[in-house]
């Protein structure tokens, strides 16, 4: 299996390279489960934010660890954007993005409960990868429409295209 080797920090991982659509492949960066990067990730990230920053929002799944650990170092809250919609959410806003893994539509859906911390409020988005920018575009659709200014996007890696409004650790190739 090819695989492409990266460093997060003083961490360093083998990436399996694996097909996600006709002539396409990524370095699947999977840090679920994965305590050591995402310790390490989460403690450099955490370094970068700016002191302004009120609220990080992160989409389940893969990047909940990696806000978890940047809130725990930074102190800030953070809230979760959940891929589907629940009974018990009030007034949830939602929007659907196709991911570049899977191909397929995905729902994002910011639970009512949570407009209030976003609403008026300078937020970080956190991700594991910034890729396409789909996810990215739909986040910041879903914040600034509930009066949120997104002030930052905090990523562990950009993928493709080079994104100088993302903040990473660093930069994975598209293998085309
Ligand atoms: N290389 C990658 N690894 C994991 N998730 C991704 N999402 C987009 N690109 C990815």
Redesign the pocket.
């Known amino acids: 299996m090819t695989t492409h080797t990266v460093h997060v920090g003083r961490v360093t991982r083998d990436l399996p390279v694996v097909p996600v659509a006709p002539g396409v492949s990524?370095?699947?960066?999977?840090m679920l489960g994965d305590t050591e990067v995402t310790e390490e990730a989460g403690r450099e990230l955490a370094r970068l934010i700016p002191p302004d920053i009120d609220v990080l929002v992160t989409p389940e799944v893969?990047a909940l660890g990696l806000a978890h650990v940047i809130s725990r170092e930074s102190g800030k809250p953070y809230i979760v954007i959940r891929k589907t919609q629940k009974p018990y959410m009030v007034n949830p806003v939602a929007r659907e993005v196709v991911?570049?893994?899977t191909g397929k539509p995905q729902l994002l859906v910011l639970d009512g409960f949570d407009v209030e911390k976003v609403r008026g409020h300078k937020v970080a988005i956190v991700d594991?990868?910034v890729?396409s920018g789909g996810t990215l575009n739909s986040l910041r659709e879903i914040i600034e429409g509930v009066g949120g200014e997104v002030a930052a996007v905090l990523a562990v890696?950009t993928?493709g295209d080079e994104r100088p409004e993302v903040t990473a650790l660093g930069h994975?190739p598209l293998f085309t």
């Open positions: 990524v370095a699947l960066f999977n893969k991911s570049i893994t594991d990868v890729s890696f993928e994975l």
